[in-house]
């Protein structure tokens, strides 16, 4: 075994029988982990094999706090038993074969059996299936999600829908991370310098293994070309790129790929949160459209202040936007992505209020309906009007064929 005393913890490194050559086997812990540099104690322990009512005892014993006698737990060891050392405990380690669990792990002294903590690594049936049936894994599983700006909105996002099961997430951003970046990104030091969507991928691969990735450093807006074939394998974008322009695309992109769009960001200097989801249907409009519709309405457009909406951290366009809000931002894009997803597959618990969430994060000023929320958390959600007649990207005559 490999032994951490600090930790209190033990991992076993290698199996044999009597004094075979020992076997290695596979803890597959990651880097860094204590067990990796922990000392090795040849010989530290044995197996047997129990009677089942040895590992109900193990969990009986857990629960109660409680140890079994040495001699009443030699009865339920089926195979030879060797005595322990007169010294010391003896590391034993249960396996019975078919039943749950199958195995168990003790501290055998002269006297008595202690039951010992144990974690069976590399379980075949862990991960997502553990969310079955509740959750519908399999049908987000094979959904393809591509999240285009991966900032602090988006990279939470991504992680926030690989948490939730879609199989396949490709990412968008051509930007590197920066030192001012990390108060509020997801990633960490260890990224510094390589692209965000880099970075991410490899993060969400630690994370969520079951989730394919696919980082791709490209521009929503210079390399629109490259991007529209992308979409058009994609059940869904959610956009969080900063800036008029690149929204303007993806929305218009979307369309064409006849595919929802999810774009979120936040609005009048981090005071609220802003999540939009636009369908690709006649009777709803696109983005600008939608911005249309407000303005005509109620005074409220907030896309002229887009262009750095949440700060730089510069001296002249200081951060107003803190990491929990614009994480909170991203946690909703992606349950409002996950839920169009599972709405169009037939879970009708997932239909929402409406399309166009507005969230009341730091409200301090007085804006025009519909951003008129008064208090932190409140929620505003509005319906997405239809196309406004000529708009380039609605249009049928100019718009998606
Ligand atoms: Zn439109």
Request: hydrophobic letters at 40%; glycine letters at 10%; charged letters at 20%.
């Amino acid at each position: 075994m490999a032994v951490s005393s600090a930790d209190r913890l033990a991992g076993i490194v290698g199996v044999g029988e009597r004094d075979t050559l020992m076997f290695p086997t596979a803890l597959n812990l990651p880097a860094g982990h204590p067990l990796n540099v922990a000392d090795i104690e040849p010989r530290s322990g044995i197996w047997h094999r129990g009677d089942p009512a040895l590992q109900t005892a193990w969990l009986d014993c857990r629960m109660r706090s409680a140890v079994l006698s040495t001699d009443g737990f030699r009865r339920l060891v089926t195979d030879g038993w060797i005595n322990p050392p007169a010294n010391r405990a003896r590391f034993t380690l249960i396996y019975t074969p078919g039943e749950t669990p199958g195995y168990s792990a003790w501290w055998v002294g002269q006297q008595e059996a202690q039951p010992a903590d144990l974690e069976v690594s590399g379980r075949p049936d862990l991960g997502w299936a553990q969310l079955e049936p509740g959750w519908p894994v399999n049908v987000l599983r094979a959904m393809r999600v591509a999240v285009i700006g991966v900032g602090s909105i988006g990279a939470a996002a991504a992680e926030v829908l690989a948490g939730y099961g879609i199989g396949t997430l490709a990412l968008v951003d051509p930007d590197r991370l920066l030192s001012h970046n990390l108060i509020r990104h997801p990633l960490t030091a260890r990224d510094l310098g390589r692209t965000k969507v880099a970075g991410l991928a490899d993060h969400l691969r630690r994370t969520w293994p079951e989730t394919a990735v696919e980082p791709l450093a490209l521009d929503a807006v210079v390399d629109a070309d490259r991007i529209r074939p992308m979409l058009k394998e994609c059940a869904l974008v959610v956009c969080a790129a900063d800036g008029v322009t690149p929204r303007r695309v993806v929305s218009h992109l979307a369309r064409h790929a006849r595919i929802p769009a999810v774009l979120a960001c936040v609005l009048e200097d981090g005071e609220i949160g802003e999540v939009l989801r636009l369908q690709p249907w006649p009777s709803r409009g696109c983005l600008t459209c939608q911005r249309e519709h407000l303005a005509g309405s109620g005074g409220f457009d907030p896309e002229p202040a887009l262009d750095a909406p949440y700060g730089l951290g510069s001296d002249d366009r200081p951060m107003t936007a803190v990491a929990g809000d614009l994480h909170l931002v991203g946690t909703l894009a992606a349950k409002s992505a996950v839920a169009t997803l599972l709405e169009r597959a037939g879970h009708h618990d997932q239909i929402l209020p409406g399309d166009h969430l507005l969230l009341a994060l730091r409200p301090r000023t007085d804006l025009p309906p519909p951003a008129d929320l008064r208090r932190t958390g409140d929620q505003r959600w509005l319906q997405v009007g239809p196309p406004v007649p000529g708009c380039p990207t609605c249009d049928p005559d100019t718009g998606p064929r």
